[in-house]
């Protein structure tokens, strides 16, 4: 491997220290020399860094990429991350990691993962050890850090789909569990929200921590409900329904004696956001006796199926349910007062994928918009795209924790000391990109450092790099220092900046982002990736 001289930089390396000049040597995958005065041995190359920063590489610390990683098409897929610094990702997030698969049940994982696939994967696995094989052999496009999930762990190891589990079943999911972390597993998530988790009683939850805090592994949480009134809970419980998930997550991982990460921290829908210092100050209080943090994205959306704000009696009748007027009718009534609510708007559903072949042109668009091309209510629309959809339609849904014009919590967010970064995009080979996939690094770095303010260069780098990687137990990544890994990334600190969406235009390829290193190989240049393979599988 041929040694690269990154020279006359400013070296911001990841421990939160302040920046300083120096030049730095990568050589055989690790960085061999720092130096700010004595001279460094001559390398095969040499690249100006002058007036630029050189940092560890980003790490997306909330990722579902995992399963695009056994396609050979992954690269071009993952290229996005790459491009904005991101050097490792922590997959198998919301309670869904490819394994262990059990083939008897293989069908629940799939159709639960569907959302998340591109390509078609032959599932030549079983456990999730034989999956990080699977994917180091391969050698993967960026480093990839693997959680164990706890409804793959249920579709292995139970007969039960949903609900309570016989005390041989949940034995057996623990038992599971259990594998996974010894074969690499960096830690355990929850999908809360999603089927089964919702359904799945506090004392399995912790029962589930109770594993992860022997393994010394951290637990990462999509939350039951992130929005004032959800469908999870009565709409009778008088506290704020995000509020009430929290509180019960917190209990359950201090409980159990776990570590929490308190998964994409956001307030979803207008009448949400006013429940924001309530939560950070629940995690404040929290953190003075337990171990958690939290994580967010930059973005006031976030990517879904169009069946999430469904209820789950009319997702029960199947296709019925849409020639059903009676339903239908129901349907209409109980989604505006919900809607109301929680402070959503027909505006607030863009269509990412529509899953439709002859609709791709719509990608983009609205449910206003829909509605009004086609001559009906946006209630139509949105029924009209899950029907022929089969609800496998992707979107973006807007007003989280936040509104375009910059109103609401974000900032609080992204500024608390206890949160991390992550991008929670699902990205596509078709249909209109996540922002968070091409430009949640640099937007926080241009945001929060250079025009607001907000928070120093280094703190940010550090959220970014060490402390991420330090969640997770991975060592050796994340900071610059003589002997650590060459994940590297060079970037103009003047002039860094996600290229967000605008008008029938989908957000595109970051600036000030030049250069990206894996493991001592170049696999970004000049801001484009340049199809290096580079990636290793990091066991916990």
Not at 160 to 173: E, F, I, P, Q, T
Not at 230 to 249: K, Q, T
Not at 386 to 415: C, F, Q, W
Request: glycine share 10%; hydrophobic share 40%.
């Amino acid at each position: 491997m041929a040694t690269i001289m990154l020279k006359g930089g400013t070296v911001v390396d990841g421990s939160g220290a302040p920046g300083f000049p120096a030049d730095v040597l990568l050589a055989d995958g690790s960085i061999r020399r720092i130096s700010s005065d004595e001279a460094l041995p001559a390398a095969d190359a040499v690249l100006d860094c002058t007036g630029k920063v050189v940092a560890p590489g980003f790490v997306d610390m909330h990722s579902h990429i995992d399963f695009l990683m056994p396609s050979e098409q992954h690269e071009q897929l993952v290229a996005s991350f790459l491009e904005q610094g991101v050097t490792t990702v922590v997959a198998g997030n919301c309670g869904l990691s490819p394994g262990p698969l059990d083939q008897v049940t293989r069908q629940r994982l799939e159709s639960h993962a569907s959302v998340i696939l591109d390509h078609e994967l032959d599932w030549s696995w079983g456990s999730l050890g034989e999956y990080l094989d699977l994917v180091d052999a391969s050698r993967p496009a960026v480093n990839i850090a693997q959680l164990v999930g706890h409804a793959a762990l249920r579709f292995a190891g139970s007969k039960v789909s949903r609900g309570n589990m016989g005390a041989s079943d949940l034995r057996r999911c623990l038992s599971l569990a259990e594998e996974a972390l010894d074969e690499g597993a960096c830690g355990l998530s929850f999908g809360l929200g999603y089927d089964p988790g919702m359904y799945s009683s506090l004392e399995e939850l912790e029962a589930f921590c109770g594993v992860a805090a022997k393994h010394d592994k951290p637990v990462t949480s999509h939350l039951k409900a992130y929005s004032r009134v959800s469908p999870c809970y009565p709409l009778s419980y008088w506290r704020a329904h995000n509020l009430r998930a929290l509180r019960e997550m917190l209990d359950v991982t201090r409980r159990a004696g776990a570590r929490l990460q308190a998964s994409h921290f956001i307030f979803v829908g207008r009448k949400t956001w006013s429940t924001a210092r309530e939560a950070l100050g629940m995690i404040d209080d929290a953190r003075r006796s337990q171990d958690v943090m939290i994580d967010a994205f930059p973005y006031t959306c976030g990517n879904t199926t169009i069946n999430a704000t469904l209820p789950f009696w009319f997702l029960a009748l199947g296709d019925a349910g849409y020639n059903n007027r009676l339903a239908l009718l129901r349907l209409r009534a109980e989604l505006a007062i919900g809607y109301r609510l929680v402070g959503f708007e027909w505006g607030d559903f863009q269509v990412m994928e529509i899953g439709v072949a002859e609709w791709s042109h719509l990608n983009g668009q609205t449910l206003a918009e829909l509605g009004h091309a086609w001559s009906t209510t946006p209630f139509d629309a949105f029924l009209r795209v899950a029907k022929r959809s089969r609800g496998g339609a992707l979107m973006l849904l807007h007003s989280y924790s936040g509104d375009r014009e910059g109103n609401g919590p974000i900032e609080d967010v992204l500024t608390h000391e206890a949160c991390l970064y992550e991008t929670d995009a699902i990205v596509r080979s078709d249909g209109w990109p996540n922002p968070a996939a091409v430009g949640t690094f640099p937007k926080i770095l241009a945001d929060q450092v250079r025009r607001r303010k907000r928070l120093s260069l280094e703190d940010v780098v550090h959220r970014m790099t060490e402390a991420s990687c330090q969640r997770f137990g991975l060592r050796d990544r994340g900071i610059l220092r003589e002997g650590a890994a060459a994940d590297v990334v060079v970037f103009d600190p003047e002039t860094v900046a996600d290229s967000p969406p605008r008008a029938g235009v989908a957000a595109a390829r970051p600036v000030g982002i030049e250069h990206v290193f894996v493991n001592g190989t170049h696999v970004v240049a000049d801001g484009a990736y340049v199809g290096a393979r580079a990636g290793q599988v990091l066991r916990g």
